[in-house]
Nanobody, 119 residues
């Protein structure tokens, strides 16, 4: 069984910064893709940023130049550094990991982290 534990959400003023973390644990053989999604009230969940082994990173146009995704392979952890935050960034942020475990390929979601940007 694989679990993801997120941390780092909170309330921040416009222009501020937050860093989200998501650590994977359990029966993990290898991780090939890690990403962050977000879902604002009344809207569909959308991809914010992804980092894939051998491919690199990709970002939603709305966050390019402000958000940075990174990963620590030794810790099975993915990070999302969010700078110059805007009220439009307010949402629940979910990490997502594609990996191989003893059961084969699985896709796992984190529990969600609330990010609120408001003055």
């Amino acid at each position: 069984q694989v679990q993801l534990v997120e941390s780092g959400g909170g309330l921040v003023q416009p222009g501020g910064s937050l860093r989200l973390s998501c650590a994977a644990s359990g029966s993990i053989l290898s991780i090939n893709a890690m990403g962050w999604y977000r879902q604002a009230p009344g809207k569909q969940r959308e991809l914010v940023a992804g980092i894939n082994t051998g491919i690199g990173t990709n970002y939603a146009d709305s966050v390019k130049g402000r958000f940075t995704i990174s990963r620590d392979n030794a810790k099975n952890t993915v990070y999302l550094q969010m700078n110059s935050l805007k009220p439009a960034d307010t949402a629940v942020y979910y990490c997502n990991v594609g990996l191989y475990s003893g059961l084969g390929r699985v896709n796992v979601w984190g529990q969600g982290s609330q990010v609120a940007v408001s003055s």
